[in-house]
Nanobody, 125 residues
């Protein structure tokens, strides 16, 4: 089992950048595929990005592709989401998640086993 804590959210103007961090507890962090999702009020949870346990494989949601980069540092039990060229429609709570299917890059919330509490990102126009 792993506990996940996100940080780095905040208020930013359109066109700006943010870097979200997610730190996990436990020695097994490096065994998980890690993902980022987001959820805006009244909308379903949306896939943003995922990275395999080794970092060799990544995947991105269509709405953010080309603007975000996911990375991880297993020595620090951390995964990061660098977001650039932010738009007002990127406003949401961003969640970090861990999947025991560490060979896969799941795009559905049900593909993930553990979740953080989320961090709010607000992009003003």
């Amino acid at each position: 089992q792993v506990q996940l804590v996100e940080s780095g959210g905040g208020l930013v103007q359109a066109g700006g950048s943010l870097r979200l961090s997610c730190v996990g507890s436990g020695r097994t962090f490096s065994m998980y595929t890690m993902g980022w999702f987001r959820q805006a009020p009244g909308k379903e949870r949306e896939f943003v990005a995922a990275i395999t346990w080794s970092g060799s494989g990544t995947a991105y949601g269509d709405s953010v592709k080309g603007r975000v980069t996911i990375s991880r540092d297993n020595a620090q039990n951390a995964v990061y989401l660098q977001m650039n060229s932010l738009k007002p429609e990127d406003t949401a709570v961003y969640f970090c998640a861990a999947s025991v299917q560490n060979w896969a890059l799941g795009r559905r919330p049900n593909d993930y086993d553990y979740w953080g509490q989320g961090t709010q990102v607000t992009v003003s126009s």
